[in-house]
Each structure stands twice: as structure tokens, then as C-alpha cells.
């Protein structure tokens, strides 16, 4: 289980039917692999040889707490300073390509299946280094600092390096790649992987405050969003809001598996923005 997908760009020729899976709801975005085309690539300041799909961002009334980027870096691209963004942290997850990622000064070469956590005002840089493009996803979150909880540490692992935990009375048909512990709540939000072996599912509709981000990487199933079965494939990512409804079912051949974004482990805000009151 280690199939990555990853967009290669170009447009669709002049002969396609322009009618994809592409949604927007109140609850819920859909964006179909088929939307991954050139002319919605986005270049950075400071990131050279770089360009990128921006999927995700906060927006208020919607998913408001991170940003997603797919990223491609082509050979001997990268940047030295990532990111002026003061006080975010950093989520990297690779699916294609080798690049060196240095975090405080210590370089850790990444390739397809690594995962870097990089926390809010840690100093970082990263170089593309193979014969192909560098591919990873760039998750981005402003760290919320905890009374009396220290802040976490860099993370440097691998998909391949961390075992799948089964989810209880499945049959091992459903599971998660943790990343981090459940309950270290240094850690403000999770960005881990979820795999459904055939005929795996969510047994019920989830509905909860967390805000999701799911990149497909492998595979293939239905997914209950709001009030919508949606097929959906390896490439595609679905964007939910606090409260969607989901649930899923893994018809096969193979394995479904996405990456997954939440936000965990901190009050609810009562003041300020997104909250109530003043």
C-alpha cells in the first residue's frame, strides 16, 4: 500500500466533454483529479523552479483553520525560506520524487512516503535533489499555543515506517497511519493516513466539529458527503466543513486510501473571530 498519486498538469484536448464530478456546496467542496490542469497552477515568492495547486484555504464560513498545497518542485527547485508566515506550522507528505528537507539545521533527505511535522517557528528549507520533480503536500495551520503545554517537536517518519492501526471489530478493513500520538495535545491538528482495505467502511455518518481535508492517494470508493454519495478515485480531494456528514464505503479492487487533515486538542474559541461573541 504505498501508491501515490500525484497531478502531472496539461489540459484536457479540445475534444473532451467539459463536464466533470466538480462540487461546491454550503457543507462540503469536491475537486475531481480531472481539475488539476495548468491553468489553476499558482507560483510562490521565495520558491524557485516551484509551482502548485492551492486546494485549500481558510475561509471564513467554510473550513477556517488551514491551508493545502500540492506541491512540484522541479530538480534543483526548492526555497530557503519557505514561508513569512509568522507562528504556522508545517505538515510535508511526499508522494513522488527526493528532496532535502533541513529543519534547524539537521538535513533529512525525503522521499515517496515521507512525512515531515515541522512547528511553528522552526527554521527550514527544502532542495528538489532527484532526476524528476520533487511532489509532496504542504499543509499549513497557525499553531495555537496551550497554557502550561510545551510546544511539539520536528517529526521526520515515513508511510512505510509507521504501522496502520486497525480500527476495533473491523476485520482490519479500516485503519489510521498515526503520525502522532492521539493524546499529545501539543499537537493542534493531526494530518494522517487512512486506508480501507475492500469492503471497508464507516459504519455510521460522522458529523463533528473538525474540519477536514482529504486528499485521495490510492484507490477507489463511494463517500458520503452532506446528503451526497459521491464516487470518488485516487487524485480527487474533498474539502468539509465543521459538522459535514461523512461516511464511506470501499468497494475495491484495492485499497482506498487518503490523506487526511484535522483540527483537534484546543477550546473552543468564545471571543474573537469565528466565535459568538466580544
Known amino acids: 500500500m504505498t501508491g501515490y498519486f500525484a497531478p502531472q498538469g496539461g489540459l484536457p484536448p479540445q475534444t473532451a466533454l467539459m463536464t466533470q464530478r466538480a462540487v461546491f456546496t454550503e457543507a462540503y467542496a469536491f475537486i475531481p483529479k480531472g481539475c488539476f490542469s495548468d491553468i489553476v497552477t499558482s507560483y510562490l515568492p521565495g520558491w524557485d523552479k516551484t509551482r502548485l495547486w492551492l486546494i485549500a484555504r481558510p475561509m471564513t464560513g467554510f473550513s477556517e483553520t488551514f491551508s493545502q498545497y ?84 520536528p517529526i521526520i517518519t515515513s508511510d512505510q515506517a509507521t504501522p496502520v492501526r486497525w480500527m476495533p471489530d473491523t476485520g482490519e478493513r479500516w485503519g489510521t497511519t498515526r503520525f502522532v500520538e492521539p493524546e499529545d495535545v501539543r499537537h493542534d491538528a493531526h494530518v494522517n493516513i487512512v486506508t480501507f482495505k475492500p469492503g471497508g467502511v464507516i459504519p455510521f455518518e460522522e458529523t463533528h466539529v473538525m474540519e477536514h481535508g482529504l486528499y485521495v492517494l490510492e484507490g477507489k470508493a463511494v463517500y458520503k458527503l452532506n446528503q451526497d454519495w459521491v464516487e470518488v478515485e485516487a487524485g480527487d480531494f474533498m474539502w468539509l466543513r465543521a459538522y459535514c456528514p461523512q461516511a464511506c464505503y470501499a468497494a475495491g479492487p484495492g485499497p482506498f486510501r487518503y490523506l487526511l487533515y484535522k483540527d483537534v486538542n484546543r477550546h473552543a474559541k468564545l471571543r474573537g473571530p469565528g466565535a459568538f461573541g466580544r
Do not use: C, N
Open 70 to 153: 500540492v506541491m512540484e518542485v522541479a530538480p534543483g527547485g526548492g526555497s530557503d525560506s519557505p514561508d513569512p508566515e509568522v507562528g504556522a506550522e508545517h505538515w510535508l507528505f511526499f508522494t513522488g520524487g527526493v528532496a532535502t528537507v533541513t529543519i534547524g539545521g539537521v538535513a533529512h533527505d525525503l522521499d515517496a512516503g515521507g512525512y515531515a511535522y515541522i512547528p511553528a517557528g522552526t527554521p527550514w528549507s527544502l532542495r528538489a535533489e532527484g532526476q524528476g520533480p520533487a511532489r509532496f503536500h504542504w499543509l499549513r495551520k497557525l499553531y495555537e499555543p496551550a497554557p502550561g503545554v510545551s510546544s511539539p517537536e
